[in-house]
């Protein structure tokens, strides 16, 4: 055993607390003597000059040729040093002479670097300081951190955990220590919510006792579980900026998710990650690939693609390689290469070619740039996560269908009911359709003469295009208003004695808009159009000088007035007619104006109806989808009057009518609706999906660089290369996808394993050691904690890549559970908590308080896997971005309570429940946490939240424990993890007293508030006392503490 | 000139008591968030005109060829080929490019207007009746031709998604001046017609900035701000004793763990409780007075149109918004341009101009700068058959016209011109970025030196090419 394998060796044991593990450790660490690169104790290259240079001097003297001022480069050794006739602009140990020194510091405006008008900052003293303190030294030369290969670097004490030694190291230089341990609920709540994105039960508040054999107990179960695997999964989606549609054009929808459950999988099985990764980006080409190992390629296809009419597909090919190339420079290596894209690195040492070398190994992908479901190439993938799925949902069909038969049967009592009055009073008329007195405008110009019918009758100027506005007093009669008909009446004065009076006679109405306008409001209420029929559309292949889109009076729906409704071509002159029927009757109140407004905007114009009648009618369904103007309610009149019997067929009619407008069968009915169409929908991804994954073409693309990033713009070819300033490896080692694949994970990557373990620090203290976590150039920050980082990642790479592994490292460390309370003077001194002298507090990514609020509450599914579902969402926010073209119905059933990893992701409207999320546009890996009063409201007014308030109310209620205390102290350990004190109990008290008193004097309040999601409503006489409690369960997942990590 | 002077007074005296603690204690002592957050970046940079900005987006690419930018000369060429001297190799999108390009010229008629005597097109009559406030902008040029992505660098300076767009740039520039209303906010038209183009949410998203500075979207839905409205059957004196009781727990916690991010979230508690009333307030149009509808136009009775959001945009000005952005689709005429493009024009015809004059008449226009326009314009060539009714026009992004008013920009005026083709830009080009440059710098701010840094660059709106303030257009 070789001494670096002993060290990983000891960490693992470490875990296991082992004295004689210690032992061992302290003595091959001792053998291992070596001194980071990135540690100095005076004066640090890379530490406090280079950075300088990169940040003040590399933009106009750095590695992009093209931007070069003075010929000048400093970010190489031999051109800093080289004599530039009789001066350099370093002389190692003589500032008299090195003209860097004289330029940043001279008083000349002219000859001031930075200059003047570059806009960058002049340097500082202690800048200055540093600069001069290394020339004085001898100005040796290095290498920016990251780039040399890490070295494992003993442990500043033997006797402590590797990670508290570093951290300990670091504080005692500063003049502070590590603070004591959280208490034990705090630190099981902080493990579990960031191992699992969940809060520990209250039976694992109970069990764990806070030993060290509890904790690494809990440790080991919290990694087992596979809500590990979800947490972790989400982790890698962002990174992965993984959607479930295009993003671009249309955002059409795409087949990717049995990717997503692949990840999970990977995560639950632990894989090395230096496997996982081979298998993203050449699964396919590995020896005898598996379909999993072909189906991990997906990865590199997450990219947004874009389809739209416009566009060369070559284009959007070219934009899908450059996306993975910057993708694998944020992720793996922590190199913002996007800017390489149109020009060489103006900090970092990779050059343009660099860039497109390494965009070879990407550019020879069996694709071509489309987009929707045509963008090979894919992968035919059977998940094996559908079925239960389909059971599921099959099982609540089953409910839906029962709840359906007992809701139609009641409701068909009802009906009888009514039936019965009817024929009991026998009423002597019934009038379905009602003519108001219509006042119209033109907003051409065109006149109106209203006759004695309220026929209205055109007349005065002819304008090209009109739309007419036509109001109409609802009359006292009538309740509501179902939907209303046009009739398009012939008259003698009109061109051919047809329908209009300009053109040939025959009319076009492009748009039919309805809305009502309220007593004493200025506003018109938009109301939706559900259907339209009439009497006769125009053939759409008639021979016509028209567009012939011109014909279906169903385009009258729509705002688009390149399509609309006529009847040209037919022959016979005679009225015509078109009934509407509104998606929700609207319930008329006193003074209620309704208004209709008829669009006249063909593109060939003159075609404005000449003679027109507008009615309007109370009775839904059959009524307003039938052209004759009669109606079932109307027929059961006559036949009552003429004394016969109400025959089965029109029971029927009048049932089917019936129903429609009964409230409590509509609202099941529309449930196993959504049921049922769900079930359909599953029952479909369960056939094979197309997945996009990579694939190589027979025949290799040639590679240009493409000159400032143009896709078109093609310079001189390159030959696939990894980039030569990470780790050079000979062209004849590195030629395919594979070989890039080995070449991050190699353990002479000094990026990769660093990258890594940075993620997994983010993940367990919210922010990484390197706090850009996707830049480690020269441009990104410096780790807080160097040698750590170092020891870290030679850690992962010994342990053969074993993410478990370095986040059960991290989890034993005092750091990790020591108390996050802060002095104010630490608070003051380290306000960013650089130097982790208390364990970080931050808020939960919106995700994770979703996915908590429902376990908390005893809501969440458990189910791993399958297609997509969909979280409630208010309504309409996919349907107004896309002008309608998406709709958004929230999942039925246990559906409804899945992950988030689980939701459905739609590029063009990321969920409305997340906040602060990663945008799944390009890949992510910082994290953002602002607080902003919109965060407030969804936590408060989500139907999530809020059902999830629900089920905490309905556990306490339902709960044996009657006494208020002990209900309270519930909900508490649930949501919080820990019990309430007196102070806060009062504090709680008072709400509830005053949520109970509201609610007692208003049951039915109490009901509405309760009744959400799909959530019954309670039981009358439990009515108040839910309410009540569902306030206070609100109150409590509202807390700051119930979002934060403790 | 003293207007000026006093706008820049109080700002002048923090700025020069320079960038240092003393000046943010001043300004935190004056009460001031807003103060405080503009010294933090050292802004305005000098003396603003607009105080706001109202960007009415035209989503699609209006025809600049039938309603700005007048070619009678083309009816003569009717029908011939587009020549290559003229073209220049310009690329074409996948739509036209296997097609002849064959002149179609304007299918309106132009009229003067004004005492300037501008000449617009006969679809935008209303326009006509403010174009002695306005400035035609005629030579803007952008370098994508197609919708996302050059929407995209209209609004965020960068043709891919992941920038913050230019009202997040405000608001994170200059802060809010109302502590009851979002800095930046979004309006869309409800439009009942599946467009190929959504308005992706990244239009107003605040890319690497802080989230608190995106778009908020107000919609005319029952929540006109997504999770405004308290659950049916929970009444507001519950909520206020809710809010109490959480802001008493919450400081009980703060007093425990002295976390600071605590304090600043019962403040947005706080702050989402007053926007419960002051949004509703906002939206709800009732105390508009009869010839406010009248001279929006019929529309602006239906909550959603453009011409409502239109009077929704005067309003947040009054109250003090610093952004405000309307987005209009459908725009993206490649067909039938008499009954498509017409029926935008109707749309945003009347609204747009009434929005001008309304501001006028209530002396806001001095201090708001209007901005009407597209990603890019269309081109002169025919699509489908150019002498058919049928015909539309294809992309174009080589010159396009878009219209400023308001706050220092020269009234009355036309700016930069076309050649005979309306196809290149002979005088005066305008890229989008100098557009932006020229915005900002009426806000206040020197673009050059309006900077963020992000994964180690120093980001700025106008990005890294070389980008101008147009003097020409500046009163």
Known sequence: MNSRTHVAAFARRWISHTAHALATVATSLALLAQASVTHADDVSFSRDVLPVLSDRCFHCHGPDESNREAGLRLDVEEHAKEDRGGYAAIVPGNLEDSELWRRITTDDEYEVMPPTDSHRKPLTESERAAIREWILSGATWGKHWSLEVPTRPEPPAADRHPIDAFIESRLAGEGFSLSGRAAPHTQLKRLTLDLTGLSPTPQDVADFDGSDQAWNDAIDRLLQSPRNAERMAMWWLDAARYSDSDGFQQDATRQNWPWRDWVIRQFRDNKSFRDFTIEQFAGDLLPDATEEQILATCFHRNHMTNGEGGRDPEESRIDYVIDRINTTGTVWLGLTLGC????????????HQDYYSLSAFFNSIDEDGKAGMNAKPYLEYTSPHVQDRIDEMASFVQQCEAEHERARQSAERRFDDWLHDRVESKPADHQVWWTPTPGV???????????ADQTVQTHGPKPTQDDYRVALEVPTPMEQVSGFRIEVLPDDAHVEKRFTRDGNGEFTLTSVLAMVRRQGSPSEIPLELRSVVADVEADEKRDTKWDQRYAKVGKTLNDDARDGWTTEGVEKIEPHVAVYQLATPWQVRPGDQFVILLRQRSTHGRANIGRFKIALAAERGETVRRVDGDSPIAELVRTLNDGNQVDEALRKRLLAQYLLGDADYQAVAKKRDSAKKQLADLKNQAKPRKVMVLAEREKPRETHILVRGVWDAKGETVQRAVLPSVLDWPATQATSRLDLARWIVDSENPLTARVAVNHLWQIMFGQGLVRTPGDFGLQGELPTHPRLLDWLAVELIQSDWDLQHILRLIATSET??????????????????????????FRLPAWMIRDNALHVSGLLSTAVGGPPVRPYQPEGVWAEITMGRFDYQPSVGPAQYRRTVYAFWRRSSAPTFLFDSAQRRVCEVGVRRTNTPLHALTLLNDVSMLEASRALADAVVGAEDQVVDGRLQNLAMRVLSRELSEEELAELKAVLDSATEIYDGDPKMAVEYCTVGQQSPPRPEFAPQTAAWMTVASLLLNLDEAMTRE | MSEIDSKLGRRAFLNQAGLNFGALAAAAMLGDELAASQVERGLPHFAPKAERVIFLTQSGGPSQIELFDYKPDLHKLAGTELPDSVRQGQRLTGMTKNQKQLILPPITRFDAHG???????????????????????????????????????????????GRPSFGCWASYGLGSMNKNLPDYVVLLSRMKRGSDQPLYDHYWGSGFLPSKHQGVKLRSAKDPVLYLNDPDGFPRELRRDMLDSLASLNRHHHAQTLDPEIETRIDQYEMAFRMQSSIPELTDLSDESESTFQMYGPDSRRPGSYAANCILARRLAERGVRFIQLFHPDWDHHSRLRSWCVSRCIDTDQPSAALVADLKRRGMLDDTLVIWGGEFGRGVAGQGKWDSPLAGRDHHPRCFTVWMAGAGIKPGFSYGATDDFSYNVVENPVHVRDLHATALHLLGIDHDRFTHRHQGLDFKLTGVEESHVVDGILA
């Open chain 1, 816 to 841: 990790y559970r020591q108390s996050s309370v802060a002095s104010a003077e630490l608070l003051a001194s380290d306000p960013d908590n650089r130097l982790l002298a208390r364990a970080p507090r």
């Open chain 1, 340 to 351: 390489v894209q149109c020009h060489s690195h103006k900090f970092d040492p990779i050059s």
């Open chain 1, 441 to 451: 405008s033109s907003s051409e110009g065109t006149l109106f003469r209203v006759e």
């Open chain 2, 115 to 161: 005492q300037c005597g501008a000449l617009i097109g006969e679809w935008l009559p209303h326009l006509g009746s403010i174009a002695d406030d306005v400035c035609f902008v005629k030579s803007m040029v952008t370098d994508q031709i197609n919708h996302a992505p050059a929407m995209t660098k209209f609004l965020t300076g960068h043709q891919l998604p």
